[in-house]
């Protein structure tokens, strides 16, 4: 899975991509380095963030929704506004990447189950301002996947059926980097919820934590840990992994695949 975040302020990637033809050039060189989908975004979920009106975040990405789906892409939408996940699906994508995983917006779930669209619930807690401080487990583990659990019975309760849930641990939300290695660790404890697991490592800070000293404070420069983690990922049975850098991540988790098929 690709991104492409038509934002001004991403973290790893802000404002790169803030033009639509620009973000769909972007795409479209992602799906021929190798991604099956792409992820794109409206608004930034990084602590401190300019919050984005639903209607603002619908004019980022509609027009980079439409031209991809248009050209036969799986096109994924990073939203936790409901209105405008059922504006995206209409346009053409098939996949809601929800990092809230309905707890921004009580109506998703039922807009994605009217919209049939694929559905990511991923974990988190707070919000963007307050989820450095709930950063607090006994067992990150156990209360991840407790409350991953919690959000699907929430989902098929508003009408979600089991083929559209997929989950993710939600890397840096909520967590600090030995909570995210201890999740990455276990991911099988996350696919043992029953559903396809996405895993989104990209860039992210924790990753700085295993590059030399000198490029740690520089996100691009953690995009070699970020291949080595899909190609781990997709060893652990990751569904999917959401990267910036696509090529070497594609070769990575293809290469999980032949090693697999030739155990
Ligand atoms: N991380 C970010 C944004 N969206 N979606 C999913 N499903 N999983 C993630 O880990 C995730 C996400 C933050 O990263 P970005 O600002 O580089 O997009």
Not at 14 to 41: K, S
Not at 126 to 152: H, K
Not at 205 to 217: C, E, I, K, T, Y
Request: charged share 20%.
């Amino acid at each position: 899975m690709g991104i492409v975040n038509v934002t001004p302020d991403s973290f790893s990637d802000g404002g790169q991509w803030y033009d639509t033809d620009v973000a769909i050039a972007h795409a479209r060189h992602l799906l021929t380095q190798g991604a099956d989908i792409i992820d794109v975004g409206g608004e930034s979920t990084r602590p401190g963030a300019a919050p984005v009106t639903p209607g603002e975040e619908a004019a980022r990405v509609l027009p980079v929704v439409e031209a991809l789906a248009g050209e036969g892409a799986v096109v994924s939408v990073d939203t936790v506004n409901a209105a405008t996940a059922e504006a995206v699906v209409a346009a053409g994508a098939q996949i809601v990447n929800d990092v809230s995983g309905g707890l921004a917006d009580a109506t998703m779930a039922e807009a994605v189950a009217r919209a049939g669209a694929v559905y990511v619930i991923q974990h988190w807690r707070g919000t963007p301002e307050t989820m450095n401080s709930l950063a607090v487990y006994d067992d990150v583990v156990a209360e991840v996947c407790g409350e991953l659990r919690e959000r699907v019975d929430q989902a098929r309760a508003a009408g979600v059926q089991d083929h559209q849930i997929v989950l993710d641990p939600g890397l840096g939300f909520a967590k600090n980097a030995d909570h995210n290695w201890t999740l990455l660790a276990h991911l099988d404890a996350v696919a043992g919820l029953g559903y396809p697991v996405l895993v989104g490592a990209s860039r992210k800070r924790f990753l700085s934590g295993v590059v030399p000293p000198a490029l740690a404070a520089e996100p691009l420069a953690r995009d070699h840990a970020t291949t080595a983690v899909s190609a781990l990922a997709a060893q652990a049975g990751a569904w999917a992994v959401r990267v910036h850098e696509v090529a070497a991540t594609a070769d990575a988790v293809r290469v999980a695949a032949a090693w697999r098929a030739h155990r």
